[in-house]
Nanobody
Framework: QVQVVESGGGLVQPGGSLRLSCAASGSIRSIYAMGWYRQAPGKQRELVARITNGGSTNYGSSVKGRFTISRDSAKNTVYLQMNSLKPEDTAVYYC????????WGRGTQVTVSS
């Protein structure tokens, strides 16, 4: 079993920045990739960014060039640096760990508003 816990959400003005963190624990040897997804009210959950154990990354088209995913393997933690935030980035952001199963955190709210 794997547990993932997000932190770092909050309220930020348009154009601002936030950094989200996701710490994984438990049977982490089974995990080969971690990522961030988001879900806005009335919309489907969508990929924000994903990083593999080998360091390969991929991003959702709406965040490319603004968001950066990184990882600290020693801390079993993945980060999402979000810059140039827009109101349309407002959503609940979920951390995901991929192994033999998919593991999800409870989510952290990000609100971009003036």
């Amino acid at each position: 079993q794997v547990q993932v816990v997000e932190s770092g959400g909050g309220l930020v003005q348009p154009g601002g920045s936030l950094r989200l963190s996701c710490a994984a624990s438990g049977s982490i040897r089974s995990i080969y990739a971690m990522g961030w997804y988001r879900q806005a009210p009335g919309k489907q959950r969508e990929l924000v960014a994903r990083i593999t154990n080998g360091g390969s990354t991929n991003y959702g088209s709406s965040v490319k060039g603004r968001f950066t995913i990184s990882r600290d393997s020693a801390k079993n933690t993945v980060y999402l640096q979000m810059n140039s935030l827009k109101p349309e980035d407002t959503a609940v952001y979920y951390c995901n760990a991929e192994g033999s199963l998919q593991y999800w955190g409870r989510g952290t709210q990000v609100t971009v508003s003036s």
